[in-house]
C-alpha cells in the first residue's frame, strides 16, 4: 500500500469528490422523466468546459454563471422547456448530497491532526451553502474559492493558493480529486495526490500521475504515515 509521508493538510476537491454532482438532477428525476441522466451527464460535461474554454479564453466569470450556463445548454440539448424546474435544478446544486464516507474521513483526519480544507472552482457563496447543507462546517479548516485567483483549475496558480492559504508547501499536501485532469494537475503542482476513482475511470494520458489510487474517500487516513 502507498503511504504518504510528512503531510501536514488534507485538501480536497468539493464537486465529484466530496459532494455528488448528479444529485441536483436526482432530487428532480420524476419531473425530468427518461432524460434525466442525460441532461445530468451533458450539464456536468458543459460545466467543465466552460471553466477551461474561459480560463484560456481570459473571459472569467464566477461558478455560479457557468453552472447556469451548463444547465442551459444541457436542457436545450434535451429539448426541456421549463423554467421552474430549470430553477429548482439551480438550487439544488446548493445542497448536493455528500459522499456517505465523507463525514467519517474527515474526523479521521481532524483525529490525527491533519489540517482539512476544500479547493474548489465553486464560487464562494455554493460552497458556503454545500458546506452548510452538509454539516461539515466543523470538519473543515478552510474553504477556498478559485475566485481569489480569478482563475478555474488546472491553473497551477490555483493550487498555489492552498499552500498560501495553509502555511505548508506542495509536499506536505495530500490533495484528494475524483476528477482525474483535476488529480493530474495537482500531481504537476507538485502536491501528493490520491485519485479517488468512484467510477472506474482509466487513467488519463497526462503528466504527473497520481500517487495512489482508492475508490472511495475511506482508505484515505490510512496511507498517511
Not at 27 to 46: C, F, N, P, V, Y
Not at 124 to 130: F, I, T
Request: proline residues 4%.
Amino acid at each position: 500500500m502507498t503511504v504518504l509521508q510528512n503531510i501536514k493538510a488534507c485538501v480536497f476537491d468539493a464537486y465529484g469528490t466530496l459532494f455528488d454532482v448528479h444529485s441536483a438532477v436526482g432530487k428532480h428525476r420524476s419531473r425530468i422523466g427518461e432524460k434525466a441522466d442525460q441532461l445530468s451527464m451533458i450539464w456536468r460535461t458543459k460545466q467543465l468546459e466552460y471553466t477551461w474554454l474561459r480560463s484560456l479564453m481570459g473571459a472569467h466569470v464566477d461558478f455560479w454563471k457557468v453552472t447556469q450556463d451548463g444547465l442551459d445548454y444541457a436542457a436545450e440539448t434535451c429539448g426541456i422547456d421549463d423554467s421552474k424546474l430549470l430553477s429548482d435544478l439551480m438550487q439544488a446544486y446548493l445542497a448536493l448530497d455528500c459522499y456517505p464516507e465523507v463525514k467519517e474521513t474527515l474526523a479521521a483526519l481532524t483525529q490525527k491532526d491533519v489540517k482539512t480544507a476544500i479547493l474548489s472552482n465553486g464560487s464562494p457563496h455554493m460552497l458556503a451553502a454545500a458546506v452548510e447543507s452538509a454539516g461539515l462546517q466543523d470538519l473543515l479548516d478552510g474553504v477556498f474559492s478559485i475566485e481569489d485567483v480569478g482563475i478555474y483549475k488546472p491553473a497551477p496558480r490555483v493550487y498555489q493558493l492552498a499552500c498560501n492559504r495553509l502555511g505548508v508547501s506542495a509536499s506536505e499536501i495530500s490533495f484528494q480529486s475524483s476528477n482525474a485532469w483535476d488529480a493530474a494537475a495537482a500531481a504537476n503542482f507538485g502536491m501528493n495526490v490520491v485519485w479517488i476513482n468512484r467510477f472506474g475511470q482509466k487513467r488519463e494520458r497526462l503528466p504527473k500521475p497520481a500517487h495512489a489510487e482508492l475508490p472511495t474517500l475511506a482508505g484515505l487516513p490510512e496511507l498517511l504515515a
